[in-house]
């Protein structure tokens, strides 16, 4: 629904009804209760969830659990107090339900956590208890409170310098977040920190202060891409020279570059492609042939800038032999022919070993002892001490990496604005309607191939570096499976969406190593749901999330004839 029409409907709904007596002193007990007991005790043993058995010192997991409930404080007042200003531009009903119930499944995962660890809930503390009874506390104000027109966001607006304030403090809160999160070596930790953050973004989200913020990086939208740019350079020099938080933050952006570059081929020109990780291998594999390694293969060792263009310009080329004779076909016969380009790189890797082939790349040991990049007298294998903060190799690659990935994202956008972006879209939606109006349909879905290559390689080059060897096991189906539900998941023909998703999906397994054995269960549990609860995907295309409000809208109608129509039979 749009904003107008929010708008109309708020102008025409009756009075909010007003809030049950009881509610509202409830949430404020809720809020006391939650406060008082995160300065109490929750675990006798203090060897687990980082010492939580410590009176009126709380620990990192109470200081989160008092975050959530001064965030429902906010709301509280903003229902009925001195922000009841505010409150006539928020829904504080469903951000307050979001927090309480969200913070009650936080608590109960903390008792939980206690309890396996400690081998007896006897092992839980008073606090434990009274930050339990707090949060259903907040929980039963939250659904208790009558619901409140959502008013249209778009007409708020704060002094520029204040809007500019706020983006900045969104960045410092990410960053703050980010670093925190990395550095939670326990799993149970790890687990409860992401569900407070769920718990925060979905309460921001359902009160509409998102939506306000989401008007706010338009109005300032350089600002908010500068202030993003910022808080990820900034990111190393929160890990205090850790090298396997830069290790996992490498991996992520080689991930998200890749699947930025993917998202050009299924977000924006709607071509389906499961064999996309093989063109990252390609540009690897240059990288590897071309370097000083005493495995290479190749005599020829050229400077590194132009191994990157020579390793994008294969895969390319790649792009363009696989796109060539398979672009006739569509859906599930294009999704199974690049399935098989796929394996047929993994397996050519294989045998370019001197016995079956030409000696290329050592066929299953691969290339290893690939040395560290030395660029400009920079040598990214030493590490640099910056403001007093010791910076390792992962981290060199890091700031490598977000200048590709800057690139990257800045190619996608210009694309996606462009008339061949235009293009792509078209076809997406109506390949035969597009192609009457007269859109190069083969042409244009070669170039989306053959552009998606190109920063699938460039990626590629930097990650052979980063990593130090390359071997043929290193690109099977269920990378690419991988990079096709990032796209998913984050949202079709997004950046933001892609990013996100690329870091869930790389970060979550690397940190949640206890649940190796069922990586893919919990995967395809969250794919269901998100098909099911949120089908555009987390950050949604204005043009997609229109379309599904649009198919809902269809069939609801449609289910309502059908309910008139056996009405009047009967």
């Given at each position: 629904?749009?904003?107008?029409?929010?708008?109309?409907?708020?102008?025409?709904?009756?009075?909010?009804?007003?809030?049950k007596p009881i509610a509202w002193p409830l949430g404020l007990a809720g809020v006391a209760l939650v406060i008082a007991g995160s300065f109490l005790s929750w675990s006798y043993n203090g060897q687990i969830l980082n010492d939580l058995s410590i009176n009126f010192y709380p620990g990192g997991l109470q200081i989160l659990a008092i975050i959530i409930a001064l965030l429902?404080?906010?709301?509280?007042?903003?229902?009925?107090?001195?922000?009841?200003?505010?409150?006539?531009?928020?829904?504080?009903?469903?951000?307050?339900?979001?927090?309480?119930?969200?913070?009650?499944?936080?608590?109960?995962?903390?008792?939980?956590?206690?309890?396996?660890?400690?081998?007896?809930?006897?092992?839980?503390?008073?606090?434990?208890?009274?930050?339990?009874?707090?949060?259903?506390?907040?929980?039963?104000?939250?659904?208790?409170?009558?619901?409140?027109?959502?008013?249209?966001?778009?007409?708020?607006?704060?002094?520029?310098?204040?809007?500019?304030?706020?983006?900045?403090?969104?960045?410092a809160a990410l960053l703050f977040m980010a670093a925190y999160a990395l550095g939670l070596s326990d799993a149970w930790s790890f687990v409860l920190c992401l569900l407070f953050i769920a718990t925060a973004a979905t309460a921001l989200f359902r009160s509409g202060a998102m939506t306000f913020v989401g008007h706010v990086g338009q109005r300032h939208r350089k600002v908010?891409?500068?202030?993003?740019?910022?808080?990820?350079?900034?990111?190393?020099?929160?890990?205090?020279?850790?090298?396997?938080?830069?290790?996992?933050?490498?991996?992520?952006?080689?991930?998200?570059?890749?699947?930025?570059?993917?998202?050009?081929?299924?977000?924006?020109?709607?071509?389906?492609?499961?064999?996309?990780?093989?063109?990252?291998?390609?540009?690897?594999?240059?990288?590897?042939?071309?370097?000083?390694?005493?495995?290479?293969?190749?005599?020829?060792?050229?400077?590194?800038?132009?191994?990157?263009?020579?390793?994008?310009?294969?895969?390319?080329?790649?792009?363009?032999?696989?796109?060539?004779?398979?672009?006739?076909?569509?859906?599930?016969?294009?999704?199974?022919?690049?399935?098989?380009?796929?394996?047929?790189?993994?397996?050519?890797?294989?045998?370019?070993?001197?016995?079956?082939?030409?000696?290329?790349?050592?066929?299953?040991?691969?290339?290893?002892?690939?040395?560290?990049?030395?660029?400009?007298?920079?040598?990214?294998?030493?590490?640099?001490?910056?403001?007093?903060?010791?910076?390792?190799?992962?981290?060199?690659?890091?700031?490598?990496?977000?200048?590709?990935v800057g690139g990257v994202v800045l190619a996608f956008s210009r694309l996606n604005d462009s008339r061949i972006g235009r293009g792509w879209v078209a076809i997406r939606e109506d390949e035969k309607a597009a192609e009457a109006m007269g859109v190069n349909v083969f042409g244009l879905k070669l170039l989306a191939f053959a552009i998606g290559a190109f920063l699938a390689?460039?990626?590629?080059?930097?990650?052979?570096?980063?990593?130090?060897?390359?071997?043929?096991?290193?690109?099977?189906?269920?990378?690419?499976?991988?990079?096709?539900?990032?796209?998913?998941?984050?949202?079709?023909?997004?950046?933001?969406?892609?990013?996100?998703?690329?870091?869930?999906?790389?970060?979550?397994?690397?940190?949640?190593?206890?649940?190796?054995?069922?990586?893919?269960?919990?995967?395809?549990?969250?794919?269901?749901?998100?098909?099911?609860?949120?089908?555009?995907?987390?950050?949604?295309?204005?043009?997609?999330?229109?379309?599904?409000?649009?198919?809902?809208?269809?069939?609801?109608?449609?289910?309502?004839?059908?309910?008139?129509?056996?009405?009047?039979?009967?």
């Amino acid at each position: 629904m749009s904003d107008v029409k929010t708008a109309e409907t708020a102008a025409e709904a009756p009075a909010t009804k007003p809030v049950k007596p009881i509610a509202w002193p409830l949430g404020l007990a809720g809020v006391a209760l939650v406060i008082a007991g995160s300065f109490l005790s929750w675990s006798y043993n203090g060897q687990i969830l980082n010492d939580l058995s410590i009176n009126f010192y709380p620990g990192g997991l109470q200081i989160l659990a008092i975050i959530i409930a001064l965030l429902s404080l906010v709301l509280l007042l903003a229902e009925k107090g001195p922000l009841t200003k505010l409150g006539s531009w928020l829904d504080a009903t469903l951000g307050l339900r979001a927090l309480g119930t969200g913070l009650t499944l936080y608590m109960a995962l903390v008792l939980v956590a206690i309890t396996v660890q400690a081998h007896g809930l006897i092992n839980v503390n008073p606090g434990g208890y009274v930050t339990t009874v707090g949060a259903v506390l907040l929980a039963v104000s939250g659904w208790m409170s009558p619901l409140r027109q959502l008013r249209d966001m778009s007409q708020a607006r704060l002094p520029a310098w204040m809007e500019i304030l706020t983006i900045g403090v969104l960045m410092a809160a990410l960053l703050f977040m980010a670093a925190y999160a990395l550095g939670l070596s326990d799993a149970w930790s790890f687990v409860l920190c992401l569900l407070f953050i769920a718990t925060a973004a979905t309460a921001l989200f359902r009160s509409g202060a998102m939506t306000f913020v989401g008007h706010v990086g338009q109005r300032h939208r350089k600002v908010l891409t500068l202030g993003a740019f910022v808080a990820a350079f900034l990111f190393p020099f929160t890990q205090n020279g850790s090298d396997a938080n830069m290790s996992i933050a490498g991996s992520v952006l080689v991930f998200s570059a890749t699947a930025i570059g993917l998202n050009i081929v299924v977000g924006l020109a709607g071509l389906l492609d499961l064999g996309y990780i093989a063109f990252l291998g390609s540009g690897a594999y240059v990288a590897a042939t071309l370097s000083t390694s005493a495995f290479a293969t190749i005599g020829w060792k050229p400077p590194f800038l132009l191994v990157v263009l020579l390793g994008a310009c294969v895969a390319a080329v790649l792009g363009l032999i696989i796109g060539s004779p398979t672009l006739r076909v569509s859906g599930d016969y294009l999704a199974i022919v690049t399935l098989g380009f796929g394996e047929i790189f993994r397996f050519s890797m294989f045998n370019l070993d001197g016995n079956n082939g030409p000696n290329l790349t050592n066929g299953p040991n691969g290339i290893p002892g690939i040395p560290d990049l030395e660029l400009f007298g920079f040598n990214f294998g030493s590490g640099h001490t910056i403001a007093g903060i010791e910076l390792g190799r992962f981290s060199n690659y890091y700031f490598l990496l977000l200048i590709l990935v800057g690139g990257v994202v800045l190619a996608f956008s210009r694309l996606n604005d462009s008339r061949i972006g235009r293009g792509w879209v078209a076809i997406r939606e109506d390949e035969k309607a597009a192609e009457a109006m007269g859109v190069n349909v083969f042409g244009l879905k070669l170039l989306a191939f053959a552009i998606g290559a190109f920063l699938a390689g460039l990626a590629g080059t930097i990650k052979a570096h980063q990593d130090g060897a390359v071997s043929p096991d290193q690109y099977i189906f269920l990378e690419s499976a991988f990079l096709l539900a990032a796209i998913v998941l984050g949202g079709m023909g997004t950046i933001a969406g892609v990013l996100l998703g690329a870091t869930i999906l790389k970060l979550l397994p690397e940190k949640l190593r206890f649940f190796s054995e069922y990586r893919l269960l919990l995967f395809g549990l969250l794919l269901v749901l998100m098909m099911r609860f949120r089908p555009e995907g987390l950050v949604a295309s204005k043009r997609r999330q229109l379309e599904f409000h649009e198919e809902d809208e269809a069939l609801a109608v449609e289910i309502e004839e059908e309910r008139l129509a056996v009405g009047e039979a009967k």
